[in-house]
């Protein structure tokens, strides 16, 4: 499967990723569309023949119409590695049951910078 990250995700997730899976795992950076916004990165996803978006956006759901979309959207609800790195395969499972025109988002935690209240 032909797998993009968006630039928003650490690059050891798609190194730990590609080390699970036999997914073609390419960055959005790496691709020079670091600069393209949300509705543009998901027209070249699709013009280039990607069959999963992953990302760390979870409002692109309400942004864009994927219904008309080739490509699944996978949203992480954190994209920090310390946070995301427990989590590889509930994310593995998104990407492989992922189906065009789709979103899933895969809960991971979230990142809080609250300090724990003593009791």
Request: charged share 20%; hydrophobic share 40%; proline share 3%.
């Amino acid at each position: 499967m032909k797998v993009l990250f968006d630039h928003n995700l650490p690059y050891k997730l798609r190194t730990e990723l590609g080390a699970l899976s036999t997914h073609e795992i390419i960055t959005a950076s790496y691709m020079g569309w670091r600069e393209l916004n949300n509705g543009e990165l998901l027209r070249a996803a699709d013009e280039n023949n990607f069959e999963v978006f992953v990302t760390g956006d979870q409002t692109l759901v309400y942004e864009q119409n994927l219904s008309a979309r080739r490509l699944a959207i996978v949203a992480l609800s954190a994209n920090n590695w310390p946070i995301i790195k427990d989590y590889l395969f509930h994310i593995l499972t998104a990407i492989d049951s992922a189906t065009p025109g789709t979103f899933q988002l895969v809960d991971c935690g979230a990142f809080s910078r609250k300090k724990p209240r003593a009791r």
